[in-house]
Nanobody, 119 residues
Framework: QVQLVESGGGLVQPGGSLRLSCAAS????????IMWYREVPGQPREMIAR????????NFHDSVKGRFAISRDNARSTAILQMDGLKPEDTAVYYC????????????WGQGTQVTVSA
């Protein structure tokens, strides 16, 4: 059974940090691209970070460059999104997505975790 489980969301003050985890099971994790998306009600879900199956290549949305970092531990089938310098506009539900690098139509989503940045 395929599972992606996000954790680590919560309420944080502006300028603070959060570390989101994505724990995967049921598929060959090291063959999948991992992406983090976020969604605000009334707006399209947007991809904010991406990491290649090996972990050697990463990409970020301009809005989070220099503040967020993405990493993965293929031995533990886990991906991490480290978020520093959080801003109120980062408030959203954050989702982990795994996409088969060879067959993009094979992809999986986690259930999402709420991140709220507020004083």
């Amino acid at each position: 059974q395929v599972q992606l489980v996000e954790s680590g969301g919560g309420l944080v003050q502006p300028g603070g940090s959060l570390r989101l985890s994505c724990a995967a099971s049921g598929f060959t994790f090291n063959s999948y691209i991992i992406m983090w998306y976020r969604e605000v009600p009334g707006q399209p879900r947007e991809m904010i970070a991406r990491i290649s199956p090996s972990g050697r290549s990463v990409n970020f949305h301009d809005s989070v460059k220099g503040r967020f970092a993405i990493s993965r531990d293929n031995a533990r089938s886990t991906a991490i999104l480290q978020m520093d310098g959080l801003k109120p506009e980062d408030t959203a539900v954050y989702y982990c997505n795994a996409e088969d690098a060879r067959t993009p139509s094979n992809d999986y989503w986690g259930q999402g975790t709420q991140v709220t940045v507020s004083a």
